[in-house]
């Protein structure tokens, strides 16, 4: 017995099929109304860390909060952390993010 899961993602709406031996069992759409999308930068708060997971929950204003590995944080984190303290003691002069570097992506 063979069972596929199939993922058809677009930018206005998402399908994912169930096949068991080449025969449908479910078939679940998603249209494009939804209020996020991967890569959207969102402001929280920690609710829980997990150390065992190395991650943590995240309180972005849904009803379940959101899962952060920190591995997701990225490379820039150091450079993301030192902008935010920045700017929360008002020590800025601009927002000029000269020194900050931009990820290259292939």
Sequence with gaps: M???L???S???????????DKSL???HSEGGENQFKVGDIYLGTVRKIVNGLN???IDVGYEKDAFL????????IN???KFTKL????NYQSFNLKGFRKRRRY
């Design 79 to 81: 450079s993301l952390n």
């Design 6 to 8: 199939i993922i058809d």
């Design 87 to 90: 700017v929360k003691n008002n």
């Design 25 to 27: 069992v479910e078939l």
């Design 2 to 4: 063979s069972t596929e």
């Design 10 to 20: 677009v930018q206005n709406g998402s399908r994912i099929a169930l096949l068991k």
């Design 55 to 57: 991650a943590a929950f």
């Design 69 to 76: 590995h920190y591995q997701d944080l990225g490379p820039q």
